[in-house]
Protein backbone atom coordinates (compact mmCIF):
# COMPACT_ATOMS: atom_id res chain seq x y z
CA UNK A 1 0.00 0.00 0.00
CA UNK A 2 0.98 3.64 -1.30
CA UNK A 3 1.62 5.70 2.07
CA UNK A 4 1.15 9.58 1.57
CA UNK A 5 3.89 11.83 2.91
CA UNK A 6 3.56 13.51 6.27
CA UNK A 7 5.64 16.49 6.12
CA UNK A 8 7.54 17.11 9.41
CA UNK A 9 8.09 20.95 10.82
CA UNK A 10 10.67 21.07 13.28
CA UNK A 11 10.34 24.15 15.95
CA UNK A 12 12.82 22.85 18.48
CA UNK A 13 15.22 25.87 17.54
CA UNK A 14 12.08 28.18 17.77
CA UNK A 15 9.22 27.32 20.17
CA UNK A 16 11.23 24.57 21.97
CA UNK A 17 13.62 27.28 22.70
CA UNK A 18 11.78 29.66 24.39
CA UNK A 19 11.34 27.30 27.38
CA UNK A 20 12.88 29.00 30.13
CA UNK A 21 16.56 28.12 30.60
CA UNK A 22 16.66 26.80 27.10
CA UNK A 23 18.25 29.60 25.36
CA UNK A 24 20.82 28.53 22.67
CA UNK A 25 23.65 30.46 20.91
CA UNK A 26 24.01 30.38 17.48
CA UNK A 27 27.01 27.99 17.28
CA UNK A 28 24.77 25.66 19.21
CA UNK A 29 21.66 26.05 17.18
CA UNK A 30 23.78 25.53 14.25
CA UNK A 31 25.12 21.77 15.83
CA UNK A 32 20.78 20.88 15.77
CA UNK A 33 20.13 22.40 12.95
CA UNK A 34 22.49 20.09 10.93
CA UNK A 35 21.58 17.24 12.55
CA UNK A 36 18.12 18.17 12.14
CA UNK A 37 18.67 18.11 8.48
CA UNK A 38 20.41 14.32 8.91
CA UNK A 39 17.59 12.49 11.15
CA UNK A 40 15.34 13.88 8.00
CA UNK A 41 12.95 16.76 8.80
CA UNK A 42 11.41 18.90 6.16
CA UNK A 43 11.32 22.23 7.64
CA UNK A 44 13.29 23.79 10.32
CA UNK A 45 11.68 26.94 12.00
CA UNK A 46 15.28 28.63 12.80
CA UNK A 47 13.93 31.42 14.75
CA UNK A 48 11.74 34.37 15.29
CA UNK A 49 14.54 37.24 13.68
CA UNK A 50 12.63 40.37 14.54
CA UNK A 51 12.69 39.28 17.84
CA UNK A 52 16.69 39.55 18.85
CA UNK A 53 19.94 39.88 16.59
CA UNK A 54 20.74 36.85 18.14
CA UNK A 55 17.58 35.12 16.67
CA UNK A 56 17.96 36.92 13.51
CA UNK A 57 21.60 35.96 13.25
CA UNK A 58 20.71 32.12 13.71
CA UNK A 59 18.38 31.95 11.12
CA UNK A 60 20.75 33.80 8.49
CA UNK A 61 23.74 31.00 9.43
CA UNK A 62 20.83 28.35 9.68
CA UNK A 63 19.76 29.38 6.33
CA UNK A 64 23.65 29.29 4.54
CA UNK A 65 24.20 25.77 6.48
CA UNK A 66 20.95 23.46 5.39
CA UNK A 67 21.10 22.68 1.48
CA UNK A 68 17.79 20.00 1.60
CA UNK A 69 15.38 21.45 4.45
CA UNK A 70 13.27 24.16 4.38
CA UNK A 71 14.29 26.80 6.37
CA UNK A 72 11.13 29.42 7.89
CA UNK A 73 11.32 32.53 10.45
CA UNK A 74 8.48 33.39 12.31
CA UNK A 75 6.86 36.90 11.74
CA UNK A 76 3.71 38.44 13.00
CA UNK A 77 0.88 39.82 10.91
CA UNK A 78 3.18 42.93 10.80
CA UNK A 79 5.28 44.60 8.18
CA UNK A 80 8.50 45.11 10.04
CA UNK A 81 8.72 41.16 10.98
CA UNK A 82 8.63 40.23 7.66
CA UNK A 83 10.74 42.32 6.09
CA UNK A 84 13.24 41.17 8.70
CA UNK A 85 12.46 37.42 8.58
CA UNK A 86 12.72 37.53 4.78
CA UNK A 87 16.15 39.11 4.81
CA UNK A 88 16.96 36.58 7.51
CA UNK A 89 15.91 34.13 4.69
CA UNK A 90 17.78 35.33 2.14
CA UNK A 91 20.67 32.69 1.62
CA UNK A 92 18.42 30.03 2.05
CA UNK A 93 18.03 27.46 -0.67
CA UNK A 94 14.13 26.75 0.43
CA UNK A 95 13.00 30.10 2.68
CA UNK A 96 9.68 30.23 4.08
CA UNK A 97 7.87 33.27 5.93
CA UNK A 98 5.85 31.82 8.81
CA UNK A 99 3.59 34.89 9.59
CA UNK A 100 -0.21 34.87 11.40
CA UNK A 101 -2.43 36.10 14.06
CA UNK A 102 -4.79 35.30 17.03
CA UNK A 103 -8.23 33.70 15.14
CA UNK A 104 -10.25 33.00 18.33
CA UNK A 105 -12.94 35.32 19.87
CA UNK A 106 -10.85 35.89 22.66
CA UNK A 107 -7.82 36.85 20.95
CA UNK A 108 -9.65 38.84 18.89
CA UNK A 109 -11.84 40.85 21.57
CA UNK A 110 -8.88 41.33 24.36
CA UNK A 111 -5.52 40.59 22.14
CA UNK A 112 -6.62 42.80 19.84
CA UNK A 113 -9.51 44.75 20.70
CA UNK A 114 -10.47 44.10 16.90
CA UNK A 115 -13.24 42.16 15.18
CA UNK A 116 -13.15 39.28 12.64
CA UNK A 117 -13.73 41.44 9.38
CA UNK A 118 -10.42 43.50 10.30
CA UNK A 119 -8.39 40.15 11.31
CA UNK A 120 -8.92 38.94 8.30
CA UNK A 121 -7.96 41.79 6.60
CA UNK A 122 -4.52 41.68 8.32
CA UNK A 123 -4.27 38.35 7.67
CA UNK A 124 -4.37 38.60 3.98
CA UNK A 125 -2.13 41.64 4.03
CA UNK A 126 0.25 39.90 5.87
CA UNK A 127 0.46 36.74 3.60
CA UNK A 128 0.01 38.74 0.42
CA UNK A 129 3.29 41.32 1.07
CA UNK A 130 5.02 37.80 2.64
CA UNK A 131 4.49 36.86 -1.51
CA UNK A 132 6.66 39.53 -2.28
CA UNK A 133 9.74 38.12 -0.96
CA UNK A 134 9.17 34.28 -0.87
CA UNK A 135 7.09 31.89 -2.82
CA UNK A 136 6.63 29.52 0.61
CA UNK A 137 4.13 31.78 3.12
CA UNK A 138 2.34 29.60 5.74
CA UNK A 139 -0.15 31.23 7.86
CA UNK A 140 -1.01 30.66 11.52
CA UNK A 141 -4.08 31.20 13.09
CA UNK A 142 -3.47 31.32 16.40
CA UNK A 143 -5.47 29.82 18.90
CA UNK A 144 -7.33 28.01 15.92
CA UNK A 145 -8.43 25.43 18.90
CA UNK A 146 -10.78 27.51 20.20
CA UNK A 147 -11.59 29.51 16.75
CA UNK A 148 -15.28 29.52 15.49
CA UNK A 149 -15.12 26.66 12.62
CA UNK A 150 -17.37 28.52 10.14
CA UNK A 151 -14.65 31.79 10.97
CA UNK A 152 -11.90 29.81 10.54
CA UNK A 153 -12.85 28.41 7.52
CA UNK A 154 -13.78 31.54 6.20
CA UNK A 155 -10.00 32.69 6.82
CA UNK A 156 -8.37 29.89 5.04
CA UNK A 157 -10.34 30.80 1.80
CA UNK A 158 -9.07 34.03 1.82
CA UNK A 159 -6.01 33.60 2.22
CA UNK A 160 -5.57 30.59 -0.47
CA UNK A 161 -6.70 33.41 -2.73
CA UNK A 162 -3.90 34.86 -2.38
CA UNK A 163 -1.55 32.37 -2.53
CA UNK A 164 -0.70 30.57 0.84
CA UNK A 165 0.83 27.27 0.88
CA UNK A 166 0.54 25.66 3.80
CA UNK A 167 -2.62 26.57 6.85
CA UNK A 168 -1.22 26.26 10.60
CA UNK A 169 -4.47 25.16 12.39
CA UNK A 170 -2.84 25.16 16.53
CA UNK A 171 -4.10 24.21 19.31
CA UNK A 172 -2.15 26.72 21.04
CA UNK A 173 -3.31 26.33 24.49
CA UNK A 174 -3.75 22.51 24.42
CA UNK A 175 -7.35 22.78 25.19
CA UNK A 176 -8.92 20.57 22.04
CA UNK A 177 -10.06 16.79 22.46
CA UNK A 178 -8.64 14.43 19.69
CA UNK A 179 -12.10 13.45 18.58
CA UNK A 180 -12.40 17.93 18.39
CA UNK A 181 -9.48 18.92 16.64
CA UNK A 182 -9.41 15.79 13.80
CA UNK A 183 -13.32 17.15 13.58
CA UNK A 184 -11.73 20.55 12.52
CA UNK A 185 -9.24 19.20 10.24
CA UNK A 186 -11.77 17.59 8.69
CA UNK A 187 -14.48 20.64 8.34
CA UNK A 188 -11.95 22.69 6.99
CA UNK A 189 -10.99 19.74 4.00
CA UNK A 190 -14.62 19.59 3.51
CA UNK A 191 -15.49 23.27 3.62
CA UNK A 192 -12.93 25.54 2.48
CA UNK A 193 -13.08 26.26 -1.15
CA UNK A 194 -9.62 25.52 -2.68
CA UNK A 195 -7.92 23.81 0.33
CA UNK A 196 -6.38 21.50 -2.35
CA UNK A 197 -4.13 24.18 -3.22
CA UNK A 198 -2.90 24.49 0.40
CA UNK A 199 -1.40 21.90 3.23
CA UNK A 200 -2.82 22.07 6.60
CA UNK A 201 -0.66 21.75 9.36
CA UNK A 202 -0.58 20.73 12.70
CA UNK A 203 0.62 22.64 16.25
CA UNK A 204 -0.34 21.53 19.32
CA UNK A 205 0.51 22.11 22.32
CA UNK A 206 0.46 19.58 25.52
CA UNK A 207 -1.27 21.64 28.19
CA UNK A 208 -3.27 18.37 28.90
CA UNK A 209 -1.09 15.89 27.38
CA UNK A 210 -3.10 15.59 24.03
CA UNK A 211 -0.31 17.47 22.05
CA UNK A 212 0.42 14.26 20.24
CA UNK A 213 -2.78 12.27 20.13
CA UNK A 214 -4.54 15.95 18.64
CA UNK A 215 -1.60 16.01 15.67
CA UNK A 216 -2.35 11.83 14.74
CA UNK A 217 -5.99 12.89 14.44
CA UNK A 218 -5.39 16.01 12.45
CA UNK A 219 -3.18 14.14 9.98
CA UNK A 220 -5.94 11.66 10.00
CA UNK A 221 -8.46 13.69 9.14
CA UNK A 222 -6.39 15.13 5.84
CA UNK A 223 -3.70 17.52 7.64
CA UNK A 224 -0.13 16.84 5.94
CA UNK A 225 2.13 18.69 7.66
CA UNK A 226 2.73 18.49 11.74
CA UNK A 227 5.00 20.82 13.66
CA UNK A 228 6.75 19.11 16.60
CA UNK A 229 9.90 19.63 18.70
CA UNK A 230 12.33 17.50 19.74
CA UNK A 231 11.77 15.60 23.20
CA UNK A 232 8.13 17.37 23.22
CA UNK A 233 9.78 20.53 24.53
CA UNK A 234 8.13 24.05 23.90
CA UNK A 235 6.30 26.58 25.98
CA UNK A 236 4.67 25.37 28.82
CA UNK A 237 4.14 21.69 28.68
CA UNK A 238 5.37 21.68 25.40
CA UNK A 239 4.84 20.56 22.05
CA UNK A 240 3.98 17.98 20.20
CA UNK A 241 7.06 15.27 20.49
CA UNK A 242 8.45 14.65 17.05
CA UNK A 243 9.79 11.14 18.08
CA UNK A 244 5.83 9.89 19.06
CA UNK A 245 4.09 11.23 16.07
CA UNK A 246 6.84 9.83 13.95
CA UNK A 247 7.03 6.70 15.29
CA UNK A 248 3.14 6.28 15.88
CA UNK A 249 2.38 6.52 11.88
CA UNK A 250 5.51 3.65 11.19
CA UNK A 251 4.18 1.14 13.97
CA UNK A 252 0.67 1.62 12.45
CA UNK A 253 0.88 1.22 8.81
CA UNK A 254 -2.99 1.06 8.32
CA UNK A 255 -3.26 4.74 8.64
CA UNK A 256 -1.44 4.95 5.32
CA UNK A 257 0.77 7.50 6.81
CA UNK A 258 4.72 8.25 7.06
CA UNK A 259 7.82 10.53 7.54
CA UNK A 260 11.22 10.96 5.75
CA UNK A 261 12.46 11.01 9.59
CA UNK A 262 15.45 8.20 9.83
CA UNK A 263 14.22 7.41 12.84
CA UNK A 264 17.24 5.31 14.17
CA UNK A 265 18.63 8.91 14.67
CA UNK A 266 15.58 9.58 17.14
CA UNK A 267 17.51 8.05 20.50
CA UNK A 268 20.71 10.39 19.79
CA UNK A 269 19.01 13.05 18.47
CA UNK A 270 16.98 13.40 21.95
CA UNK A 271 20.23 13.20 23.68
CA UNK A 272 21.83 15.67 21.63
CA UNK A 273 18.90 18.20 22.43
CA UNK A 274 18.38 17.02 25.96
CA UNK A 275 22.21 18.00 26.57
CA UNK A 276 22.79 21.17 24.67
CA UNK A 277 19.67 22.67 26.18
CA UNK A 278 20.04 21.22 29.72
CA UNK A 279 16.67 19.98 29.40
CA UNK A 280 16.43 16.45 31.10
CA UNK A 281 14.39 13.92 29.45
CA UNK A 282 11.92 12.45 31.79
CA UNK A 283 12.45 8.65 32.04
CA UNK A 284 9.46 7.41 31.06
CA UNK A 285 9.05 9.58 28.66
CA UNK A 286 7.84 7.19 25.38
CA UNK A 287 10.34 6.57 22.54
CA UNK A 288 13.49 8.04 24.18
CA UNK A 289 13.09 7.86 27.94
CA UNK A 290 15.83 5.98 29.61
CA UNK A 291 13.07 3.48 30.68
CA UNK A 292 11.19 3.49 27.29
CA UNK A 293 12.57 -0.43 26.82
CA UNK A 294 13.60 -1.07 30.59
CA UNK A 295 11.40 -3.69 32.23
CA UNK A 296 12.22 -4.22 35.97
CA UNK A 297 8.58 -6.34 36.54
CA UNK A 298 9.34 -10.16 36.79
CA UNK A 299 6.31 -11.08 34.35
CA UNK A 300 7.40 -8.60 32.05
CA UNK A 301 10.87 -9.71 31.88
CA UNK A 302 10.46 -13.49 31.49
CA UNK A 303 8.44 -12.49 28.26
CA UNK A 304 10.56 -10.05 26.92
CA UNK A 305 13.91 -12.64 27.62
CA UNK A 306 11.36 -15.37 25.91
CA UNK A 307 10.65 -13.40 23.25
CA UNK A 308 10.97 -9.29 22.97
CA UNK A 309 7.37 -8.76 21.43
CA UNK A 310 5.75 -10.16 24.02
CA UNK A 311 5.62 -6.23 25.81
CA UNK A 312 7.92 -4.25 23.32
CA UNK A 313 5.91 -2.69 20.30
CA UNK A 314 9.06 -1.38 19.10
CA UNK A 315 11.87 -2.72 17.96
CA UNK A 316 14.98 -0.53 20.31
CA UNK A 317 17.44 -0.79 17.31
CA UNK A 318 14.31 1.11 15.40
CA UNK A 319 15.10 4.47 17.45
CA UNK A 320 18.69 3.73 17.90
CA UNK A 321 18.94 1.68 21.16
CA UNK A 322 21.29 -0.59 21.53
CA UNK A 323 19.13 -3.37 23.45
CA UNK A 324 16.19 -3.69 25.61
CA UNK A 325 17.05 -3.55 29.83
CA UNK A 326 16.33 -5.97 32.17
CA UNK A 327 16.43 -3.79 35.51
CA UNK A 328 17.46 -5.98 38.75
CA UNK A 329 14.85 -5.13 41.36
CA UNK A 330 12.78 -6.84 44.11
CA UNK A 331 10.36 -7.16 41.73
CA UNK A 332 12.39 -9.50 39.45
CA UNK A 333 11.87 -12.76 38.95
CA UNK A 334 14.74 -15.69 38.72
CA UNK A 335 14.51 -15.44 34.61
CA UNK A 336 15.71 -12.15 35.00
CA UNK A 337 18.12 -12.91 37.54
CA UNK A 338 19.79 -16.01 35.58
CA UNK A 339 19.68 -13.58 32.24
CA UNK A 340 21.88 -10.75 34.26
CA UNK A 341 24.13 -13.54 35.84
CA UNK A 342 24.94 -14.92 32.50
CA UNK A 343 25.84 -11.74 30.86
CA UNK A 344 28.40 -11.39 34.06
CA UNK A 345 30.09 -14.95 33.39
CA UNK A 346 27.55 -17.41 35.80
CA UNK A 347 25.71 -19.89 34.21
CA UNK A 348 23.83 -20.95 37.13
CA UNK A 349 22.02 -24.70 37.26
CA UNK A 350 18.14 -24.81 38.04
CA UNK A 351 18.82 -25.51 42.05
CA UNK A 352 21.82 -22.76 42.19
CA UNK A 353 19.39 -20.19 40.88
CA UNK A 354 16.79 -21.60 43.65
CA UNK A 355 19.33 -20.39 46.72
CA UNK A 356 20.83 -17.61 44.81
CA UNK A 357 17.55 -16.21 44.07
CA UNK A 358 16.77 -16.26 48.20
CA UNK A 359 19.93 -14.22 48.96
CA UNK A 360 18.68 -11.88 46.01
CA UNK A 361 15.80 -11.22 47.30
CA UNK A 362 16.93 -9.99 50.70
CA UNK A 363 20.04 -7.91 49.12
CA UNK A 364 17.40 -6.24 46.46
CA UNK A 365 15.14 -5.26 49.05
CA UNK A 366 17.58 -3.02 50.38
CA UNK A 367 18.35 -1.20 47.31
CA UNK A 368 16.40 0.28 44.37
CA UNK A 369 18.31 -1.74 41.59
CA UNK A 370 20.96 -4.42 41.62
CA UNK A 371 23.53 -3.64 39.60
CA UNK A 372 26.12 -6.11 37.90
CA UNK A 373 28.73 -5.77 40.86
CA UNK A 374 26.51 -6.94 43.05
CA UNK A 375 25.69 -10.20 41.41
CA UNK A 376 28.95 -11.14 42.22
CA UNK A 377 28.78 -10.39 46.25
CA UNK A 378 25.05 -11.97 45.89
CA UNK A 379 26.50 -15.07 44.42
CA UNK A 380 29.29 -15.17 47.06
CA UNK A 381 27.20 -14.96 50.03
CA UNK A 382 24.53 -17.43 49.08
CA UNK A 383 27.80 -20.19 49.57
CA UNK A 384 27.16 -22.31 46.97
CA UNK A 385 30.58 -23.33 45.17
CA UNK A 386 30.76 -21.12 41.93
CA UNK A 387 33.23 -19.53 39.73
CA UNK A 388 32.59 -16.84 37.07
CA UNK A 389 32.80 -18.96 34.06
CA UNK A 390 34.98 -15.83 32.60
Given at each position: ?12 L ?19 A ?7 V ?6 F ?16 L?KN??V?GL ?9 V ?37 K?V?A??Y???F ?32 VL?I??T ?8 Y ?6 L?E ?16 DL ?17 I ?21 I???H ?16 T ?13 P?K ?26 E ?32 G ?15 L ?16 I ?12
Open positions: MSKDKVQIFDTTRDGEQVPGCKLDTEQKLVIERLELLGDIIEAGPVSSPGDFKSVTEISKVVTCTRAVKKDIEAADALKYAKRPRIHTGIGTSASHIKYKFNSNKDAIIEAAVKAKTVEDVEFYAEDAGRTDNEFLARICEELIKVGVTNPDTGYCLPEEGAKIKYTNVTGIHKATLSCHCHNGLATANSIAGVVNGARQECTINGIGERAGNTALEEVVMLRQPTLGLDTNINSKLLNSSLMVSQKMGMIVQNAIVGANAFAHSSGIHQDGVIKNRETYIIDPADVGVNESSIILTARSGRAALAYRAKIVYELTKVQLDTVYQEFKYADTRKEVVDNDIHEIETSGINLKALN
